[in-house]
């Protein structure tokens, strides 16, 4: 491609290893020019994730625990002062017990309930609150979503109940941010092989069915999200906000 995130300045929730989405869109980033701000969660996840920031070609590795809103703070004041503004914000976070994935949805505990909205959801408001000062000049959010947020996947469970209410706030992000130039777009990706799909159950029967029903015959492959994510992030996506955009080889307009 020819460099459609030249001179912005992105930055990338949810990088936690070689096979999550955020690890390609954040490689794809770069590859387009931009400089990339990548966070990682206390300083556990430090090493690891300063390593795959280096390999994707990173500026900057910044901790950040989205549950506390002086973490958020903090980021914000350090993207500001490197950086002076922020252009596209990828949100890629999600999370949920496994116990609650394993068992019908009607058995999800409070605190499991709770846990799945606040990470998974919830998150994205506190992310783009933290962040929209910093796009004076307009710019990019965007959110990873999953078919379960519309329809029921077996064994998804709570975590498709989380994914809806993403995907609403992501609408009324995207009507309240509007007038500033702020877009706000989810991509819903086809199932992939990342580390947290392996945690639900029956998986590899998800792709299995995916691939033998969906229009082209296959899975989805992660480079197609992460230039998906750079078109909604890039002046190309200008007028797209408020959208999900299905990159699931077209599994979504399929009976189930």
Request: aromatic residues 6%.
């Amino acid at each position: 491609m020819s460099k459609l995130l030249e001179s912005k300045t992105a930055l990338v929730l949810g990088v936690a290893n070689r096979w999550s989405l955020a690890y390609f869109i954040a490689r794809a980033f770069v590859r387009e020019g931009a400089k990339l701000v990548i966070t990682c969660q206390g300083e556990r996840q430090r090493l690891i994730v300063e390593e795959l920031g280096a390999e994707a070609g990173a500026s900057r590795v910044l901790s950040c625990d989205v549950t506390r809103e002086e973490e958020l703070a903090a980021l914000a004041g350090a993207l500001k002062s490197e950086f002076g503004r922020v252009d596209a914000v990828v949100h890629s976070i999600a999370s949920a017990s496994r116990e609650d994935l394993s068992r019908p949805f009607v058995q999800t505990s409070r605190d499991g309930y709770l846990l799945a909205q606040e990470i998974s959801s919830y998150s994205l408001v506190a992310v783009a609150r933290a962040i929209a000062p910093l796009m004076a000049e307009g710019g990019s959010i965007l959110t990873l979503s999953y078919l379960g947020a519309v329809r029921v996947i077996p064994n998804y469970n709570v975590m498709g109940v989380a994914k809806a209410a993403l995907e609403a706030s992501m609408r009324y992000l995207a009507s309240d941010l509007g007038p500033s130039g702020i877009r706000v777009n989810a991509i819903s990706a086809g199932p992939v092989r990342t580390a947290s799909a392996r945690g639900i159950k029956d998986f590899s029967s998800v792709l299995d069915q995916v691939a033998g029903r969906a229009p082209l015959r296959r899975n989805t492959d992660p480079e197609e999200v992460a230039d998906a994510a750079v078109f909604l992030a890039s002046d190309l996506g200008r007028g797209v906000t408020g959208n999900v955009l299905y990159v699931d080889a077209g599994f979504q307009i399929t009976a189930m």
